[in-house]
């Protein structure tokens, strides 16, 4: 569809002009904007969490597919229609670290698992009272759970 990617391009280009000077629109309020106009509820603090642009950006991109909506409540909606497809395969101490695997993809968009450095450095700030978080999660799940946070990674940030 010509006409669509000419739009999409327009879009991308008011979004980059208005957010010069001397209008400088914060994304805040782009979402907001774009709330009104779609007539729906509004986000009290939209763009509070970095990781919510990526939903602005997909939404101005391709707005008929990807709802506006806070980042981290797509990443809820996802993990618990992905939880209801695979639950079961997990016990109870996986589930709890299958959580904490979600909520660092929902802060930070994926969870770092192509380079080593970077896979142990993303391990490196998740909390854990347990211990060493990467050696904790490879005995709760019995080995390196490396290839769930790629499933997680896929399904979540869709």
């Excluded at 939209?46 to 642009?53: A, E, F, G, Q, R």
């Excluded at 597919?65 to 939880?83: D, G, N, T």
């Excluded at 639950?87 to 380079?115: C, H, M, P």
């Amino acid at each position: 569809m010509p006409n669509q990617n000419v739009a999409d391009a327009s879009c991308i280009n008011s979004i980059e002009y208005y957010g010069r000077s001397p209008y400088q629109i914060a994304p805040a309020e782009v979402w907001k904007a774009y709330e009104h106009l779609e007539k729906l509820p509004l986000t009290s603090d939209p763009v509070k969490t970095l990781t919510n642009l990526i939903t602005l950006v997909r939404h101005t991109v391709d707005p008929e597919h990807q709802p506006l909506a806070p980042f981290p409540e797509l990443v809820e909606q996802r993990y618990q229609q992905w939880l209801g497809q695979h639950g079961d395969r997990f016990d109870e101490n996986q589930l709890r670290w299958l959580d904490v695997i979600k909520n660092y993809i929902s802060l930070n968009g994926a969870f770092a698992t192509e380079e080593q450095d970077e896979y142990l450095d993303a391990w490196k700030s998740v909390d854990s009272d347990e211990g060493v978080p990467l050696a904790v999660a490879k005995r709760v799940f019995g080995k390196d759970p490396k290839p769930i946070i790629e499933e997680l990674n896929e399904v979540l940030v869709a």
